[in-house]
């Protein structure tokens, strides 16, 4: 199965900045591992959502076959 690749940097100040490689603009932050991670699955799952909402304004009164496939089949 494909994944994302997630970058995480200590950040001078403390704590950790991250980001997802794929998805640059999945960007978050965090005190801890842990704490980034989390924050950062949160950002990466508000880019798709705002990328799916996007696309379905760009096709909305067009005649579109609409399939979901899995990133196991990249």
Known sequence: M????????RAEEGGFVC???EMP???SQ?????EAKTNLLDALKLV???HRDEAENAIRGREVIRKEIPLSAL
């Not at 494909?2 to 940097?9: G, K």
């Not at 965090?30 to 842990?34: I, L, N, S, V």
């Open 2 to 9: 494909q994944n994302f690749t997630a970058i995480f940097e």
């Open 19 to 21: 980001w997802v490689e």
């Open 25 to 27: 603009e999945a960007v």
């Open 30 to 34: 965090g005190e801890t591992f842990e």
């Open 48 to 50: 798709i959502e705002t």
